[in-house]
């Protein structure tokens, strides 16, 4: 199918419409249902993804971006907690970037380190931990969680909005980390998150699990998979887990 027709197909959602759609979705015993609610749902990203793959039309392929989207929207659907403020399209955006610099990377069209996306990836788990502490998302707290200077920060959100990960001047063997990140921030960037994030709360009102869970997902950057298998736990009790200790934290 022509992408020109899946878009024109697609019904683009509202942030409220999606999670009903959620809701029912988990709520259903339908299996046919659940099937034609995921569909719709991701359909639905059709306009996004496209969007973003035409900042890298003169990089690849567009029909592949475009499937590479549709993988990482698919990927990124069974993570998705529809309880919290943040909209699907939202929580996708850095999913399907990631998605398509990776296939950029794999045909050696786009030159990117991965260094360089583990450092933009700070700065979006910065802003995401900000939000769920209800403090304000601005440059001056992201710098204080991340040790990045605020001019550097100002300037890589204003990259990312206008070009993504869209580099290309970088010299042969280069890292984008030498050009837009303070140095020092890398040796003291793991120790800055977990005070500037944790530093004022009472660790003792957590157990040992949601302790291990935050500070897995916020501090070390692991998945909700990745900090399952470590406690031996699913994904869906550590999601859960990473809820009620963020409550207790915004109850201090």
């Not at 990259?159 to 020092?184: C, K, P, Q």
């Amino acid at each position: 199918m022509k992408i020109s027709t899946i878009i024109d197909s697609s019904k683009v959602l509202t942030k409220e419409q999606e999670k009903t759609l959620f809701k029912e979705y988990y709520e259903t015993p339908s299996t046919r249902r659940k099937r034609e609610i995921k569909d719709a749902i991701v359909l639905a990203q059709s306009r996004h993804i496209i969007s973003i793959a035409q900042i890298y039309r003169d990089k690849g392929d567009i029909e592949d971006l475009f499937q590479e989207g549709m993988i990482a929207v698919l990927e990124a659907f069974p993570n998705y907690d529809y309880t919290q403020n943040a909209s699907f399209m939202t929580y996708t955006k850095q999913a399907i970037i990631r998605q398509m610099a990776k296939y950029l990377r794999r045909t050696k069209v786009m030159k990117i380190s991965e260094p360089a996306v583990n450092k933009l990836r700070k700065i979006n788990k910065a802003k995401q931990l900000l939000e769920r502490l209800k403090k304000p998302i601005t440059t001056t707290e992201i710098a204080k969680l991340t040790n990045i200077q605020e001019t550097t920060i100002i300037s890589i959100l204003n990259a990312i909005s206008t070009v993504e990960l869209n580099v290309t001047s970088l010299d042969e063997g280069e890292e984008l980390i030498d050009t837009i990140v303070d140095r020092d921030a890398e040796e003291q960037l793991e120790n800055a998150l977990n005070n500037a994030a944790f530093g004022h709360i009472d660790m003792s009102i957590l157990s040992p699990t949601e302790f291990a869970t935050l500070n897995g997902l916020y501090v070390e950057d692991k998945t909700h998979a990745e900090i399952a298998t470590e406690l031996k736990l699913t994904e869906k009790q550590i999601r859960m887990t990473e809820v009620r200790a963020m409550r207790l934290i915004e109850r201090q």
